[in-house]
């Protein structure tokens, strides 16, 4: 059976690319009838959230992305503790006690030489003396995983095959000298136990893969089916790392973006398929396919999300509005020609405040100086509301009758001055919703 995960850290809240990588998971999980685990990396008590944490749920939720099983790393801090042991048993884990300014020094003299900046293994030739005094020293060292100087080989689901020289890599901390396990550690011990057969995540985690597949292969584990999606760029390619603080789901989530609107971009873009807005997540799962994806960069826009919405906003019946509609105090008689008149003129639905506002107190008029004693005379000749089907056909009809205007030049100047606006819905349609209308005086 297909298992998947998606791991984040509750350190903050899940962002666009955080999203691309559990839609990938979710969407192979659920193709082919198989599971998709939850699992909250929180290993970090100082920085892990529970608030976090349960926005990542809400946030999934909101989205329809539904798991299985849900999994607390800080819960399994035994397993992993077992796993160390093995692989010190295996003479694959040494104990070392560089500072950080050390580790840079070090890295900085190698690229002087031309050199790669690969960790010396120089903590492999302390003996039991020097331990103990780095030990009464420094404290407690962290622990590296030893590599095998070999090459490490996988076919990739995305990229191809791949082969990476594992002496061109450095020994991976896999325990910090304060106890704390890391996450490639734990996800190892993770994905081994809980059966997970396919790993989709960025391109920025290649050299790292490599690594857990020697610690798999250590701890003797089959690794799983690894894929790298290409990460994310903003719309002219350039890096979104800064600005992904602005493009959490929570914040597009306010800002009105529907959640298939969303899921619709990010399942499609950087592959060799279309974007399509889907209508339910079971049409997503119908429709991907992980080996349409390149390697090549994948540009992000989030402007490209409000057509979307505003095309899966309009699509939407009566029914599932009609509560927001009622909150926003629209007459129970009115709310369904309310809803015709403004779905196909807003873009999120937060939209619908503004077109009950209009309606009910009018718009500020919109009124074009060479206009102004043309609206002053048809305004002369507009009822006060209620108004009815013909109540726009009959108005202008009896303003072109005493100005002799027609067309655009008698239809333009009136919208404008009763709306606001110069575009809009049909005004037949849109007259009877009218409580008032300020332009009359």
């Known amino acids: 059976m297909t298992v998947t995960r998606f791991a984040p850290s509750p350190t903050g809240y899940i962002h666009v690319g955080n999203l691309r990588t559990a839609l990938f998971n979710f969407l192979i999980a659920r193709k082919s009838g198989g599971q998709f685990i939850l699992r909250l990396d929180d290993t970090d008590p100082e920085r892990s959230r ?20 849900l999994e607390r790393q800080s819960e399994r801090l035994d397993r992993y503790a077992e796993a160390a042991d093995r692989l010190r048993d295996a003479g694959r884990f040494y104990e070392a006690f560089e500072t950080p300014g050390e580790l840079d020094l070090k890295r900085k003299k190698q690229l002087n030489m031309g050199r790669p900046p690969v960790y010396d293994r120089a903590a492999l030739a302390l003996s039991e003396a020097d331990m103990d005094r780095l030990r009464a020293e420094r404290g407690e060292g962290h622990w590296r995983f030893k590599l095998l100087h070999e090459r490490i080989e996988w076919t990739d689901g995305i990229l191809g095959d791949i082969s990476i020289d594992a002496a061109s890599v450095s020994d991976p901390v896999l325990i910090r000298g304060d106890g704390l396990v890391l996450y490639t550690l734990a996800s190892v011990v993770d994905d081994m136990e809980m059966g997970i057969t396919h790993v989709v995540r960025g391109s920025d985690h290649v050299t790292n893969t490599a690594t857990q597949i020697q610690i798999i292969e250590a701890l003797g584990g089959t690794p799983p089916a ?29 800002r009105g973006v529907e959640p298939m609107a969303l899921l619709s971009l990010l399942a499609r873009i950087g592959s060799s398929d279309p974007v399509e807005l889907r209508g339910s997540v079971e049409e997503l799962v119908e429709g991907f396919e992980l080996s349409h994806f390149t390697s090549a960069p994948t540009k992000f826009d989030e402007n490209d999300l409000f057509p979307l919405t505003a095309r899966h906003v309009a699509a939407l019946p009566f029914e599932a509005v009609a509560g927001r509609i009622a909150e926003l105090g629209v007459p129970a008689e009115l709310a369904p020609r309310f809803w015709e008149v403004a779905r196909e003129n807003i873009t999120v639905l937060d939209d619908l405040e503004g077109w009950w506002r209009l309606c009910r107190d009018g718009a500020e008029p919109l009124v074009e100086p060479e206009d102004r004693d043309f609206v002053a005379e048809a305004m002369a000749l507009l009822p006060a509301p209620p108004y009815g089907e013909a109540s726009w056909a009959d108005w202008t009809e009896a303003v072109k009758q005493q100005t002799g205007r027609k067309g655009k030049a008698l239809y333009m100047p009136l919208r404008k001055a009763v709306t606001g606006m110069s575009r809009g819905p049909e005004m037949a349609q849109l007259m009877p919703l009218l409580q008032r209308v300020r332009a009359r005086g």
């Open 226 to 254: 690894f894929a790298h999606h290409s990460l994310l760029t903003g719309p002219q390619g350039e890096a979104l790392s800064k600005r992904l603080g602005t493009l959490s789901l929570r914040d597009l989530r306010a």
């Open 50 to 69: 529970e608030e976090y944490a349960d926005a990542i749920k809400r946030d999934l939720e909101w989205l329809g992305l539904t798991w299985d099983r």
